[in-house]
């Protein structure tokens, strides 16, 4: 049974640093591609990292960019972000996600991805 848990989020202040982990069993990180979405209150889970398996490509949203950094551990089998600068509008539930196969088209995107963790939520506020 495939499962991701989500740990780190937390209440911060502005301009302060987070690291939120994501631990999978049931799968190998190395053979899926893996990602970071975000959903705020009232809004629409959104693409903030995704790690494609093929060639350990990163990419982000340019709202997260130059700020957010993605990296995968395959020996811990964990995926990770490490975020940077934190700002009030990046409080949200932070998700970790996981797809088998999909075309580079579609990494950006909620239906790309098989299986979800339950979040972890991060409050960015003074």
């Known amino acids: 049974q495939v499962q991701l848990v989500e740990t780190g989020g937390g209440l911060v202040q502005p301009g302060s640093s987070l690291k939120l982990s994501c631990a999978a069993s049931?799968?190998?990180?190395?053979?899926?591609?893996l990602a970071w979405f975000r959903q705020a209150p009232g809004k629409e889970r959104e693409f903030v990292a995704a790690?494609?398996?093929?060639?350990?490509?990163?990419y982000y949203a340019d709202s997260v960019k130059d700020r957010f950094t993605c990296s995968r551990d395959a020996a811990k089998n964990t995926l990770s972000l490490q975020m940077n600068s934190l700002q009030p509008e990046d409080t949200a539930v932070y998700y970790c996600a996981a797809a088998p196969s999909a075309i580079l088209s579609t990494l950006r995107t909620r239906s790309a991805y098989h299986y979800w963790g339950q979040g972890t939520q991060v409050t960015v506020s003074s």
């Open positions: 049931g799968l190998t990180t190395n053979n899926y591609h």
């Open positions: 790690f494609r398996k093929n060639n350990n490509r990163l």
